[in-house]
């Protein structure tokens, strides 16, 4: 066991300029923390075998699920069912940084649409 955070954890880069860092990465369970830039957006997208949980620490995520659009604040979440289409962005001025959760992992599960 080991405390783990951003500064020591495995980092990527993903999308135009976004940041993920791998705190729990495992066979069953993924915690991740990233961090989208003002503007920034992933692709919209589903998880096949993948339900997740994303939890926003700061700055104000949007998140289009299945044709509805939710507004997210820091310590506010939203689950997102295996199957279901999504997309996060940041639609504001500051960087946002949030935790996504998956069981099983989400990586090699992703099916671009």
């Keep these: 066991m080991t405390v783990i955070s951003h500064q020591s954890a495995e980092h990527y880069t993903w999308g135009n300029q976004c940041d993920g860092w ?12 990233e961090r989208v830039p003002a503007g920034c957006a992933e692709s919209r997208h589903f998880h096949v075998k993948a339900e997740q949980f994303f939890f926003i620490l700061s700055g104000i995520a949007t998140m289009e699920l299945e044709g509805e659009t939710f507004r997210l604040s820091p310590n506010e979440g939203i689950h ?4 279901s289409r999504h997309q996060l962005s940041n639609q504001h001025d500051l960087d946002l940084v949030f935790t996504v959760t998956s069981t099983p992992p989400s990586h090699g599960d992703r099916i671009e649409i």
Excluded at 80 to 83: D, L, R, S, T, V
């Design 80 to 83: 997102i069912p295996a199957g």
């Design 22 to 33: 791998h705190l729990v990465k495992s066979d069953s369970l993924s915690v991740i923390q």
